[in-house]
């Protein structure tokens, strides 16, 4: 009857140390991952409203880091103001960055609870007039 319990206490140690191996072992998510996410989450979510294009400037590569292209941009929810930016270096197949100029129109998506996460492109969506 002892050794009964041993196999028992065995398999559910090796159950256990399996879990946490599994649960330890899965990486976590990078920065432009955790972007895509938020991009399709909020082209779901997001109300849309009226804003403008500010300026498109282009980020150096510096200390390790990737080269940026950053679309900034303003918009007002319930009579506040937002000025944003979103990168869209990773999106430049769905836009021309060049016709993007000083006071270009624009549709913003944001999120309803938080007006000041938001976006103008992403994968399914463009919020440019062009």
């Known amino acids: 009857m002892n050794s009964f319990n041993a196999y ?15 649960l330890l072992r899965r990486r976590s998510k990078g920065p432009v991952e955790l972007e895509r996410e ?3 989450w ?6 849309i409203t009226d804003g403008t294009v500010i300026d498109v400037q282009e980020m150096e590569p510096t200390d390790g880091h990737h080269a940026a292209v950053l679309l900034i941009y303003k918009y007002d929810v319930a009579g506040v103001s937002y000025e944003c930016s979103q990168d869209v270096t990773y999106l430049r197949q769905w836009i021309n960055l060049h016709s993007c100029r000083l006071g270009l129109p624009t549709s913003v998506k944001y999120d ?3 007006p000041g996460n ?10 440019l007039r062009q």
């Open 118 to 127: 938001s976006l103008v492109v992403s994968e399914n969506w463009m919020g």
């Open 38 to 40: 938020r991009r399709i």
């Open 8 to 22: 028992w206490l065995f398999a559910a140690g090796l159950a256990v140390a399996v879990s946490a191996y599994a």
């Open 42 to 47: 909020l082209d779901g979510i997001g109300r």
């Open 112 to 114: 309803p609870h938080n």
